[in-house]
C-alpha cells in the first residue's frame, strides 16, 4: 500500500514555486504514446434518468442555502478521510481542530462517577433539574470566576457548551439584527447569523456576507480592530483570547469595546472560553471593565479546561441591568429561550463542573491547561526555528502562523499531503485569515514532538 511522504523540498520558498495547484496542473497533462492508432470515442447522449424521489410541499429554509459549503471542521475532516483514502498506511496528526486529547482528571471524573451511580439508587435519583442549571454550580461558577465583578448567582446559565449558548442567543436576537465579528474568528458566530437570516448573500470577490462587519484583526492593529472605521451594529461578537489568532485583549482595549458599544447603544457577546490560558494581566472576563455589564454576555466553558469536549458543559453570564432598547431585561428573555430550547445540562455533567472548581479540581485544571502551553511552546520554537512569523500561543493554546503570499487551503493541503500533518486553513476563519495557518497544541506529547520533526524536515 502507498504511504503518503513526509519530506519535501529543501527550502518552504521551493513552496511557493511547486504548490500544489501547480503539481495539479502537471499531473493532469499528457500527450498520447507513440505508435499507438489514435481511437475514436462516440459520445452518446442518454435521457437524464428519472427523478422518483418523494418531494413534500415544505420549501427549504433559504437562509441554509446562503452557507457556503460545509462548516469548516468537518470539511477538514472530510479531506483527512480522503488522505487516508489515498494514503492508507499514513500517521496522520490532528493539530487541527481543537479537540482535547489529555484525560480529564480523576477527581472530576470520581464526582461524575459517583452521581451516575447514584442515580440507580432511590435517594440518588434525580429526573429533570432547572433549566439554568444547580445552585450549587451556580454559585461556584459566580464565586470561582466572578468574585467582587458585580455577577450574581442567578445570572448565571449553566448549558451544555459556549457553541450551543451561541445559538440560543442568536435565537434570542432574532434575525432583525446587524452584526460585527472579528475577521478573523470563530465560524459559528457567521454561520448562525446565516442561518437566523441576519445576513445578505455571500459576495464571492471579497469572502464576506452582506450585512455583516468584519472587524479586520491582524498584526499591524495587534489583532484589535480600529473602532473608528467600524460602523454601529446591534451585536458584536468578540472572543478574547481569540480563536484563531490566540491574541488576547488588553484592558485598555476592552475599555474601549465597551465604551464603544455604549456610544452605539450595542450588546457585546463576549466569548471567554480560553481565558484560563491567559498568563499575563489581560482580562479573564469582559466584567473587570466598569460598565460592561450594561451591554455585554458572557459565553464560557470547561471543554478546554478540564476536556470536557465530549462531556458538555458550560455557561452563559447574562446580567440583570443589560436591557433592550425598550427597557425589557435581556436576561428574563434569555431565560425563556433556555426553558424553551433546552431541558437543562447533564446532572452528571454538572457534578463534574462542581469538582472542577473544587480547590483539587482547580489545581488539576491548570495541570492540563499548562501541559497544552508546554506544547504551545513546542510548535512556537518550531516555526520560529524555521523563519516564519508566529503570533498568538501566549495566552492560548492556538498557534497562528504565517504564509505570506500563500493560499491558506494551498498550505494546509501541503502539510497534510507531504507531513501528514492535519491543520486548520485561516481563511475557513474569514478572509483575513487568508495566508495564515492555525496550529492546534492540543495533542499528545509524542504527538506534538514528531509533528514539530516533520514540520522541520518539510520547510527547512
Known amino acids: 500500500m502507498a ?14 514555486t511547486s504548490s500544489p495547484l501547480s503539481l495539479k496542473a502537471s ?18 447522449s442518454s435521457p437524464p434518468a428519472a427523478d422518483t424521489s418523494y418531494k413534500t410541499s415544505v420549501p427549504r429554509n433559504a437562509n441554509m442555502a446562503k452557507l457556503q459549503a460545509g462548516y469548516l471542521f468537518p470539511e477538514i475532516a472530510r479531506r483527512r478521510s ?51 442549571g444547580e445552585k450549587k454550580l451556580r454559585a461556584a461558577i459566580a464565586a470561582t470566576y466572578y468574585a467582587d465583578l458585580g455577577i450574581e448567582d442567578s445570572d448565571i446559565f449553566v448549558s451544555d457548551g459556549a457553541k450551543c449558548d451561541i445559538s440560543r442567543l442568536q435565537v434570542l436576537f432574532g434575525s432583525n ?47 484589535f480592530p480600529d473602532l473608528s472605521t467600524v460602523p454601529r451594529t446591534d451585536v458584536i461578537f468578540f472572543c478574547s483570547p481569540n480563536n484563531p489568532t490566540g491574541a488576547a485583549a488588553s484592558r485598555d482595549q476592552l475599555t474601549k469595546l465597551v465604551k464603544f458599544a455604549k456610544d452605539n447603544g450595542s450588546i457585546i457577546v463576549y466569548d471567554s472560553a480560553y481565558a484560563m490560558y491567559i498568563s499575563d494581566d489581560s482580562p479573564k472576563s469582559i ?27 458550560g455557561w452563559t453570564v447574562v446580567p440583570k441591568v443589560l436591557l433592550f432598547s425598550d427597557g425589557h431585561p435581556v436576561a428574563k428573555d434569555f431565560n425563556r429561550i433556555v ?12 457534578a463534574g463542573g462542581l469538582a472542577c472548581l473544587s480547590p483539587e479540581g482547580l489545581k488539576a485544571m491548570h495541570d492540563v491547561v499548562g501541559f497544552y502551553k508546554e506544547n504551545t511552546e513546542i510548535i512556537v520554537d518550531t516555526f520560529t526555528s524555521l523563519g516564519f512569523n508566529v503570533y498568538g500561543a501566549k495566552n492560548a493554546p492556538y ?12 498550505v494546509f493541503a501541503e502539510i497534510l499531503e507531504k507531513a501528514n500533518v492535519v491543520t486548520t486553513p485561516g481563511s ?18 509524542d504527538n506534538i514532538i514528531e509533528a514539530s520533526r516533520r514540520l522541520k524536515q518539510l520547510y527547512k
Open 339 to 350: 426553558c424553551t430550547c433546552f431541558n437543562g445540562a447533564s446532572n452528571i455533567a454538572q
Open 399 to 410: 498557534v497562528w502562523v504565517h504564509f505570506p503570499g500563500c493560499n491558506s487551503w494551498d
Open 287 to 313: 466584567f473587570e471593565i466598569p460598565g460592561a455589564k450594561e451591554v455585554a454576555i458572557e459565553t464560557a466553558s470547561f471543554s478546554k479546561y478540564a476536556g470536557f469536549t465530549g462531556v458538555r458543559l
Open 82 to 132: 480522503a488522505h487516508l483514502l489515498k494514503y492508507p498506511d499514513a500517521k496522520i496528526i490532528s493539530l487541527g481542530i481543537g479537540d482535547t486529547t489529555e484525560p480529564i482528571p480523576d477527581v472530576i471524573t470520581n464526582a461524575m462517577a459517583e452521581r451516575a451511580h447514584a442515580l440507580s439508587t432511590i435517594d440518588g435519583y434525580s429526573g429533570y433539574g432547572a433549566e439554568q
Open 27 to 44: 499531473k493532469t497533462s499528457h500527450r498520447r504514446p507513440a505508435g499507438r492508432m489514435s481511437s475514436t470515442v462516440r459520445c452518446v
Open 428 to 445: 475557513g476563519f474569514g478572509p483575513g485569515g487568508e495566508g495564515f495557518v492555525r496550529v492546534s497544541a492540543f495533542g499528545h506529547r
Open 177 to 223: 439584527v446587524t452584526i460585527a465579528v472579528q475577521d478573523p474568528s470563530y465560524p459559528a458566530y457567521v454561520d448562525s447569523s446565516v442561518i437566523m437570516g441576519q445576513t445578505g448573500l455571500y459576495q464571492q470577490d471579497v469572502q464576506k456576507y452582506g450585512n455583516i462587519e468584519y472587524m479586520r484583526c491582524n498584526p499591524e492593529n495587534g489583532f
Open 3 to 16: 504511504a503518503a511522504p513526509t519530506t519535501t523540498a529543501s527550502s518552504s520558498s521551493s513552496f511557493l
